[in-house]
């Protein structure tokens, strides 16, 4: 089982990112996906996630700023990130739940001021 997040880079705060994240040897369409995130010195939180019947879930702290979306027949998970601030800075995983739970690598995204 692999997950494979792309998209992140350095942006201004105001600024948007799409994080994607591409998971293979999987039976992805039951799968909750999920974003998370890891600031410096912080632990880490959930930013959002949608389940098999695209039911979503949003961190108050990201609520009307970011969107999740899933693509079942590409195996793809999106997160839509705009009006960036700079608190939005962080690594960012994708994961994957079900019986088991998957990590993937993480994606650095930086928002200056």
């Known amino acids: 089982v692999q997950l494979q997040a792309s998209g992140g880079g350095l942006v201004q705060a105001g600024g948007s990112l799409r994080l994607s994240c591409a998971a293979s040897?999987?039976?992805?369409?039951?799968?909750?996906m999920g974003w998370y995130r890891q600031a410096p010195g912080k632990e880490r939180e959930l930013v959002a996630n949608?389940?098999?019947?695209?039911?979503?879930n949003y961190a108050d702290s990201v609520k009307g700023r970011f969107t999740i979306s899933r693509d079942n027949a590409k195996q793809m998970v999106y997160l839509q990130m705009n009006s960036l601030k700079p608190e939005d800075t962080a690594v960012y995983y994708c994961?994957?739940?079900?019986?088991?739970?998957?990590w993937g690598q993480g994606t650095q995204v930086t928002v200056s001021s």
């Open positions: 949608i389940n098999r019947v695209y039911r979503t």
């Open positions: 040897q999987i039976n992805f369409s039951i799968y909750t």
């Open positions: 994961n994957a739940r079900d019986i088991i739970v998957v």
